[in-house]
């Protein structure tokens, strides 16, 4: 089973716009951390945001906010007042089990969504 | 603050040459820094941890003797892929983990563009 789905493998949004982009998980460890990162089409990956699972409060980074719902096993990135260097591949990615918060943890990655922003 | 590159960022060679890969943490060292594969428009594939001071930890599937891996600093690793074929052929990226914070996080180099003619 994927441990990481994205259903959505491309979006549109007009600019300054804001748009969710979906992400799924699967563990069954208590202990896990979700990652999003940006890859444009230099390939360059850029992180964006992180929600451990134990934090409270939904994770939030400039116009990047992370919608966490723990009981879905969701962790959808919402980006407010889209740009248009916003467009990119976007890929939602988690570190499970003891290794969580290490430097150990191996991330695995969803199937990425190809963001395109209209102007 | 948290800056990795990669040289090169685009090689090409010939079928049964060898290729290396630089990683290098610029500002921060790193004990441990991953190498993936990404195929066009697809996911990134963990090929294998690298830690500094002892031998990798490759992924299942991954060729051990086809991409050797060296971690001789806390900033450099190195992937050379050994008598590289046209099936090689992808991009190549690194990792390396900056700790502390919330989190340790993964930040990525560049990349490397490898074509095998």
């Known amino acids: 089973a994927q441990k990481i789905t994205q259903t959505q493998p491309g979006m549109f949004v007009q600019e300054k716009e804001a748009v969710t982009l979906d992400c799924t998980y699967d563990t069954s460890d208590p202990s896990y951390g979700l990652f999003w990162y940006k890859q444009p089409s230099s390939g360059e990956m850029i992180f964006l945001i992180y929600?451990?699972?134990?934090?409270?409060q939904n994770a939030t980074e400039g116009r990047y906010s992370l919608n966490f719902q723990k009981a879905r096993k969701s962790a959808n990135l919402v980006i407010s007042a889209s740009q248009l260097g916003d467009s990119a591949m976007y890929f939602c990615a988690m570190r499970e089990g003891l290794e969580a918060r290490t430097s150990y943890g191996k991330l695995t990655f969803g199937q990425g969504t190809i963001l395109t922003v209209h102007p | 603050g948290a800056v990795v590159s990669q040289h090169p960022s685009r090689v090409i060679c010939k079928s049964g040459t060898s290729v290396k890969i630089e990683c290098r943490s610029l500002d921060f060292q790193a004990t441990t820094m991953f190498w993936y594969r990404q195929f066009p428009k697809q996911s990134l594939m963990l090929m294998a941890t690298s830690n500094e001071g002892s031998k990798a930890t490759y992924e299942q599937g991954v060729e051990k003797d086809k991409f050797l891996i060296n971690h001789a600093s806390l900033t450099l690793s190195t992937l050379t892929v050994t008598s590289a074929h046209p099936e090689d052929s992808s991009f190549y990226i690194c990792?390396?983990?900056?700790?502390?914070?919330?989190?340790?996080?993964?930040?990525f180099g560049p990349g490397t563009r490898l074509t095998v003619l």
């Open positions: 990792s390396a983990t900056l700790a502390g914070g919330i989190t340790d996080t993964q930040y």
């Open positions: 929600q451990g699972s134990y934090d409270q």
